[in-house]
């Protein structure tokens, strides 16, 4: 009785460390720290307070928006960091980041400190956005190399919780807060940096001998249960539309949007227990034949992963940089820069995502103009959130079946998606009755969809052997189209309009005093604009999807699928022949 005692709590402690050094506990742990990192998607909900606090004109505020997704995207920096240094220095580094430029933030927005000057804002905002890509680079291209021939599901689940985060952090905000936002930068401050620092020693490579058929089964398990938190906030968001919420109702909605965060731990719990029993059989029958042979199984099939994910080839980063090798093998940076792929990808996301990101920052203005009163606006901003979310779930796993069953390219999906975008960026130019709403939900869903799409994208043409340099190139592109068509464009017009209405009425600008516009007209030429860009951009695209046709036709996961079936074969042959 004793002995068996002693045996099972000696098999718990051993499960117990199977969960915690397990890779499905480190892709929680990403869910948590992309959940609290999308502060990019958050500007609505408190760019109204900067602009009134602050005394800024349209193109003013549109430049601190720019500054956002120029530092949420310039993620160059992160990815050569992480290229030669563990995971947890680019999730260390983006944690200390997040606070500086979000903190700062916050004692401008609450006047604690005089009031700062522009290029400051900016300065301390694309600090704060910058620790998104250390963070999105430290969870998200280490789940894809833990995870490779899952990268579709795994990029679509991950930036799926990185676009529901505005509607999760709005939630947990109005449990303590209520409906006063001017502590919102504050939360944003102290709450990523705090998960980021709580699973540090979590988000790593991890090796395993053997991938297992049930990985896409518990990714699905995953997506059912982030589809469950997001519906409980689509129907919160609804209710919360016709009935005004007191802070204990904040609360206890707060407390179910907590239990949904923390209900895929079963799934890990699960999937870390077939693990543990899987190697409890392995270090049992093993000794029987051979003792030796377990070790000398994984010497080998880690032999063979490093060189089919190209570890061990070593090129020089400025050989051959135009003679690439063949579409899906591993490029070198500079290949893969100077390739008609990733140029023409960067393009195209150039004139999508420059749309849908202008929409998105200036939705609290366009509410504004548009006559919806406050709460309407912070509706449109968690809308935004849901379709967001639901758009990179559709995009990366859809994508993912329409490739294995249909053998479509990639970019055609995407290039379908950037037409789609074109309906909303229509209804706001002609400011349709309760287009807004139907706006919000398209270009959210939009926006969320090149996310995936564009990430896997780099990670099946270029390889993954330099994915955490590679996957934050594909970001560059954005801040391009948002400076373009957000500040150069929009906010240039915006302003434009609002000054002709003040002439119109006799009315002289103060010096510090926010410029305002009212009507259709504020974006009407803009977003007219913006269309015609977007359309252009899918015309690019299109020619991407001819260009790759026939590399999607092939099997584009053989060779990770030949390193399993070896790996088995040899298991089988050292151990059980």
Request: glycine share 10%.
């Amino acid at each position: 009785m004793g002995a068996a005692g002693i045996d099972n709590w000696a098999d718990m402690k051993s499960l117990v460390l199977q969960v915690l050094k397990g890779r499905w506990l480190m892709v929680f742990a990403s869910f948590l720290m992309m959940v609290t990192a999308g502060a990019s998607y958050m500007f609505g909900l408190y760019s109204n307070d900067i602009k009134s606090v602050l005394g800024y004109d349209q193109t003013t505020l549109n430049l601190i928006s720019f500054s956002k997704d120029l530092g949420a995207n310039i993620g160059i920096f992160s990815g050569l960091i992480n290229e030669v240094t563990p995971p947890w220095v680019v999730v260390s580094i983006g944690a200390v980041l997040n606070f500086f430029g979000h903190f700062m933030m916050w004692l401008a927005i609450a006047q604690k400190i005089p009031k700062p000057k522009v290029w400051h804002m900016c300065m301390y905002m694309g600090i704060g956005a910058n620790s998104h890509t250390f963070t999105n680079t430290g969870a998200l291209v280490t789940c894809v190399k833990n995870f490779p021939e899952s990268r579709g599901v795994v990029i679509g689940l991950l930036k799926s919780y990185g676009g529901i985060s505005a509607a999760v952090v709005a939630q947990l905000y109005h449990a303590v807060y209520g409906d006063d936002t001017k502590h919102f930068t504050l939360v944003v401050a102290w709450l990523p940096t705090a998960i980021s620092f709580a699973f540090i020693g979590t988000i790593r490579i991890i090796k395993v001998s053997s991938r297992g058929s049930s990985e896409l089964k518990a990714f699905y398990n995953f997506l059912c249960l982030s589809l469950g938190l997001a519906a409980f906030l689509l129907v919160i968001i609804i209710v919360e539309k016709r009935v005004r919420f007191n802070q204990s109702e904040y609360a206890g909605t707060a407390a179910i949007v907590l239990f949904l965060l923390f209900l895929p731990l079963t799934v890990v719990i699960m999937e870390e227990y077939k693990v543990w029993q899987s190697k409890r059989s392995i270090v049992t029958k093993a000794p029987i034949n051979s003792g030796s042979a377990a070790p000398e199984i994984f010497g080998v099939r880690d032999n063979m992963l490093k060189q089919s994910i190209g570890v061990e080839k070593e090129v020089s980063w400025c050989e051959d940089i135009f003679n690439p090798p063949e579409i899906g093998e591993d490029y070198t940076i500079l290949q893969a820069i100077f390739s008609i792929e990733m140029v023409t990808l960067l393009f195209a996301t150039i004139c999508g995502l420059g749309g849908t990101m202008t929409m998105m920052d200036n939705l609290g203005q366009i509410g504004t103009s548009f006559g919806y009163p406050l709460k309407s606006i912070r509706d449109f901003v968690s809308l935004t959130s849901i379709w967001n979310y639901l758009g990179q779930i559709v995009a990366g796993i859809g994508s993912e079946i329409f490739i294995t069953k249909y053998k479509w390219p990639r970019p055609l999906i995407f290039t379908a998606i950037l037409l789609l975008s074109c309906v909303g960026h229509l209804l706001i130019a002609f400011n349709v009755p309760y287009g807004l709403y139907v706006a919000s939900v398209v270009t959210g869903f939009c926006f969320g969809a090149h996310w995936p799409l564009i990430f896997t994208i780099i990670s099946e043409l270029f390889g993954l052997k330099y994915y955490s340099t590679l996957y934050n190139l594909g970001g560059l592109a954005s801040p391009i189209g948002m400076y373009l068509l957000n500040v150069r464009v929009t906010g240039h017009l915006y302003d434009m309009e609002a000054k002709k209405q003040m002439a119109a009425l006799g009315v002289q600008r103060k010096i510090g005093e926010e410029l305002n516009c009212v009507g259709g007209e504020c974006f009407k030429l803009s977003f007219i604009i913006i269309t015609v860009v977007t359309l252009f951009g899918a015309l690019v695209s299109l020619v991407l999807a001819l260009r790759t046709r026939k590399f999607y036709k092939g099997d584009i996961y053989k060779k990770f699928r030949e390193v399993a079936d070896e790996t088995l074969v040899i298991g089988k042959n050292c151990c059980w022949s």
